[in-house]
Every structure is written in C-alpha cells, then in structure tokens.
C-alpha cells in the first residue's frame, strides 16, 4: 500500500518545480490545491493557513519538505 504523503514547500522562487510537486498529490487521488484555493486560504491569515495545513496533514503517513 502507498503512503499518503504531505508535500510543503516555498513555493515563490521556484514556481515551475513547485507547481510540478504540488500535481505529485493528483497521483494519490489527492487534488492539489489551486492557485486560486490557496490564495484565498492565505487572505484569512496565518490562523487560517495552520488550519489548512493541519487539515491537509491529517491521514498521512509522511510529510515531504
């Protein structure tokens, strides 16, 4: 059985290979987020962005930084 995997990462200065990471989860039949998703996920604020991730490591069995 695969591992569910978490996968962060500054996703600003390298935007080609982070969003190339961010599509890895589409492969587990885990959607990733959209720019948009997440955009609107940042205007809550970092109470809003340590819910989401949160959320997102929630079930997985490893996290890939």
């Known amino acids: 059985m695969a591992r569910r995997a978490f996968y962060s990462f500054h996703f600003e200065p390298r ?3 982070g969003s ?3 599509n890895i989860g589409a492969i587990e ?3 990733p987020a959209s720019d948009n998703d997440w955009e609107a996920v940042k ?4 109470a809003a962005i340590q819910r989401w991730i949160d959320g997102q490591l929630s079930g ?6």
């Open 15 to 17: 935007q080609l290979e």
């Open 20 to 22: 190339q990471v961010r």
């Open 29 to 31: 039949g885990n959607s």
């Open 43 to 46: 205007k809550g604020g970092d």
């Open 60 to 65: 997985r069995g490893c996290t890939i930084v």
